[in-house]
Nanobody, 119 residues
């Protein structure tokens, strides 16, 4: 069992920066692919960025060049550095971890952290 706890959300002005962190409990963090999703009320949760166990990163087109995902396997954390924030980045941000073991797929979600971009 893995528990994910996000932190770092808050209120920031347009053009500002925030750094979200996701701390994972449990074992084998380094084997998990990690993801950041976001959700606006009334809309589907969308993938923002992900980083594989091997360190390969992927970003949604809307955040490329502005957001950076990284992981620290020694600290069991994954982070999302968000720069040049826009009002449309306002959402609840969720951390997700997933790995496949044989035929079993294990997926875990955090509780989410609110990011509000507003002047």
């Amino acid at each position: 069992q893995v528990q994910l706890v996000e932190s770092g959300g808050g209120l920031v002005q347009p053009g500002g920066s925030l750094r979200l962190s996701c701390a994972a409990s449990g074992s084998f963090f380094s084997t998990y692919d990690m993801y950041w999703y976001r959700q606006i009320p009334g809309k589907q949760r969308e993938l923002v960025a992900n980083i594989t166990a091997g360190g390969i990163t992927n970003y949604a087109d809307s955040v490329k060049g502005r957001f950076t995902i990284s992981r620290d396997n020694a600290k069991n954390t994954v982070s999302l550095q968000m720069n040049s924030l826009k009002s449309e980045d306002t959402a609840v941000y969720y951390c997700r971890g997933g790995r496949t073991l044989g035929r079993s797929r294990y997926i875990y979600w955090g509780q989410g952290t609110q990011v509000t971009v507003s002047s």
